[in-house]
């Protein structure tokens, strides 16, 4: 395991062997090194081929051994490529697939690459706080060019080998070919070159002049859109580095730049939501004893903002789907919205006309429960309503074939209750799509009291197919992700009444990195919703404490970009938040007739409040069990709200500073406004 070895005549064939994407663990290294030295050893040998399989060349690092001191241990990466560099018989990188990271830098170090024109290349370490930490930096831009190696290795984004070698300057590969019969070609290559010296090394060239102007240009643009980001700008010093000094010194820099990064607070939490990603939706001995149902037809209930979306989400899987709405004109309206939703994809390019009409073809409307009997699976997006959800789930109860998975899309309602509307509770389920549901990766799956195992498993599994990330939550008001959002938006709006504006609360939290402020989020989300929730959870518990700021908005119809103001104001047709005089106005008013202590408050206490409201709550969700690990909270909020990625999620970034501070700090805040809201 590891590598294999294979001969072809005078040609030697190092195949890697790792699945799923061949990661370059300890083993595989060590085999490769190990098949190299026999190859270089053996006289019968004239060239090397390394290769993968058809699905990957190689992923990079092993993420199994991820954090492990396997990932440094001998022979490490750059132990490998050394031994490649001095071989005196020519290396050939034959590259399907898969080709980023340490895959790419080993296959950079090798004297000669092919590649599949669908391989994918990449070096994506950015997307972990980190930087190509064995040549990457140094080697690339010697064959792509300056622009394009400041493109892929700042954004990590892949580029398939055919569009690559498309560019200008592009020295990458020797040959991309179609073909799946590559190993052929890479056979006829390497009895071409066998005899050629000297071995042709990246190493070796000099890279093209370039002005300093274009690592300017590139710093200034990283500030704009990422902000306190550390790596891309790392990654611009050491491509900077590769134009400044020699092959050997900005190969020193960039290991100095690569140690930097690896012990930055950035990169653990980067890493942290990778492994959190990875664990999400696992629950142990489920998958492995419980078999799936089989799903091939979705019916949604309700063609509202969230039906259309869940529609889209099973339609670019290739799922067919039914939406029943009892309005016609609202499944006229989510046809003709999906179909522009659609329409704008193909403009920007993303998807073609066919594609498009497919996707479409597979959505069908009906008014009519009987025509949805036969799905496998209906999920309800109606009304937030009890009663509504009520009479949806009693008609499906009635219709649905036996077996059929019977889901809810509600955002806070109780499905231990809605179960008790069927006399199938076992099957079932919540299904928490965020919105826009055809783009958001977050899916809450809600557990219920009664949930079938299988159910949960199908829905796993599902989650799957149509790209989602599942976390699966137990039954409690909000479940976890917006449980903990009324804590963080009741904070906010506590701070309203202390001095803030909500500008200065939106800028506070989007410079620690939230993509979105709470009260702008608000505004695009619909101020109409909270409020509606707030209604509803006043007459459960008349005494629970909250501000009333919304409502006074929301009883102006101030409900946000929909009515053109909200917290914000906003020009027709606009998304920009203006600052509103108005609200301002509002917010003093309100303070004053309460009689609120104003004060003027600092951006950290307003990141403090906000975040370690999220955190406590995090706490007690996880307590009681409604979550089955702090990582999947912290996978809720950087997939489903916005969290800075780089702090790792609420819980992480808690974890760190000590939850012993966190409970020092509530105990302060407690002394303070509204200090009962941290009991
Ligand atoms: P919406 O008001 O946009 O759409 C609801 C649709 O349900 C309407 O088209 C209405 O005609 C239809 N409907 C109402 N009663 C019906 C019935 N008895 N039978 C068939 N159709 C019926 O609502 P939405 O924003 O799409 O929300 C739907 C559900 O999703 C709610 O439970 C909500 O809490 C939840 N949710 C909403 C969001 C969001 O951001 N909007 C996010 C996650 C979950």
């Not at 903990?484 to 009444?497: D, I, S, V």
């Not at 939106?506 to 109409?528: K, T, V, Y």
Request: proline share 4%.
């Amino acid at each position: 395991m590891g590598a294999q070895f294979d001969c072809k005549d005078s040609l030697a064939i190092i195949r890697i062997d790792n699945p799923p994407v061949n990661g370059l663990s300890h083993a595989s290294r060590a085999a490769i090194a190990a098949h190299l030295s026999d190859a270089q050893a053996n006289e019968h040998i004239k060239a090397i081929i390394l290769t993968g399989s058809l699905k990957a060349f190689s992923g990079g690092a092993d993420i199994k051994e991820f954090g492990t001191e396997k990932t440094y241990a001998k022979p490490s990466l750059p132990d490998l490529i050394g031994q490649i560099e001095s071989m005196s018989k020519p290396v050939i990188a034959l590259i399907n697939g898969v080709c980023m990271g340490g895959g790419l830098e080993l296959a950079l170090a090798c004297h000669y690459r092919l590649a599949h024109q669908d391989a994918l290349i990449a070096l994506p370490e950015v997307k972990l706080g980190l930087l190509p930490g064995a040549g990457g930096t140094q080697r690339l831009p010697r064959v792509v060019g300056y622009p394009l190696a400041l493109h892929m290795i700042t954004t990590g984004q892949a580029m398939k080998a055919g569009e690559l070698c498309d560019q200008p300057g592009v020295s990458l590969f020797e040959q991309v070919y179609e073909t799946q019969e590559s190993l052929e070609i890479a056979l006829n290559f390497a009895n071409q070159i066998a005899d050629l010296r000297p071995l042709p090394l990246i190493r070796a060239q000099s890279p093209v002049a370039v002005s300093p102007d274009i690592f300017a240009q590139a710093r200034a643009a990283l500030a704009q859109k990422s902000r306190g980001l550390l790596a891309p700008l790392r990654c611009i010093d050491a491509i900077e580095a590769c134009s400044l000094s020699s092959f050997d010194q900005g190969l020193q820099t960039e290991r100095a730049l690569f140690q930097e990064l690896l012990n930055s607070d950035q990169s653990k939490a980067l890493r942290h939501a990778f492994l959190a990603e990875r664990l999400a939706g696992k629950i142990e001995g489920l998958q492995a004893e419980v078999q799936p149902r089989r799903i091939q037809s979705i019916a949604v209930i309700g063609a509202g903002t969230m039906g259309a979306g869940i529609a889209m989400s099973f339609a670019n899987a290739g799922y067919p789907v039914q939406i029943l709405d009892m309005q016609s004109a609202a499944l006229e309206s989510a046809q003709k919205r999906i179909r522009q939703l659609y329409q704008a994809a193909v403009s920007k390019g993303k998807l073609s006309e066919k594609e498009c009409e497919a996707r479409c073809q597979l959505i069908s409307t009906t008014s009519d429960y009987a025509d949805i009997a036969d799905a496998d699976l209906v999920i309800e997006a109606v009304f937030e309503s009890m009663d509504v959800k009520e009479a949806v789930f009693k008609a499906l109860d009635s219709v649905m074939k036996p077996g059929a998975i019977l889901a809810s899309n509600t955002s806070t309602l109780d499905l231990n209750r809605i179960a008790l509307f069927t006399q199938r509770p076992e099957d079932v389920v919540g299904l928490h799509f965020f919105s826009p549901a055809h783009i958001m990766e977050l899916l809450e799956i809600v557990r219920g009291a009664q949930t079938s195992d299988a159910v949960l498993a199908t829905c796993l599994q599902l989650a799957k197919l149509i790209k989602k990330i599942a976390v699966v939550a137990g039954v409690c008001d909000g479940f976890i992700g917006n449980r903990m959002l009324e804590q963080y938006t009741k904070q906010a709006a506590f701070l309203l009444e202390e001095g803030c504006t909500p500008q200065q609360v939106d800028r506070a939290i989007e410079n620690f990195g939230f993509a979105m402020g709470p009260f702008r989020m608000n505004d695009l989300a619909g101020n109409d919703i909270s409020w509606a929730i707030r209604k509803r959870r006043r007459e459960q518990n008349p005494q629970a404490l909250y501000s009333r700021l919304g409502d006074l908005l929301c009883e102006q119809a101030r409900y946000g970009q929909k009515t053109n103001a909200g917290w914000y104001d906003y020009r027709e047709g606009e998304r920009k938040a203006i600052p509103s005089a108005w609200v301002e106005n509002l917010i003093q008013t309100h303070a004053t007739e309460q009689g609120f202590l104003q004060r003027a408050i600092e951006d950290e206490e307003i990141v403090e409040r906000l975040v370690f409201a999220l955190a406590n709550e995090g706490r007690k969700i996880r307590k009681e069990g409604i979550a089955m690990r702090a990582s999947d909270i912290d996978i809720v909020y950087l997939k489903g709200y916005g969290f800075p990625k780089h702090h790792g999620g609420p819980m992480y970034y808690t974890e760190n500073l000590g939850w012993d501070y966190l409970d020092q700090k509530i105990a302060v805040f407690a002394q303070g406004h509204r200090g009962e809201s941290w009991n």
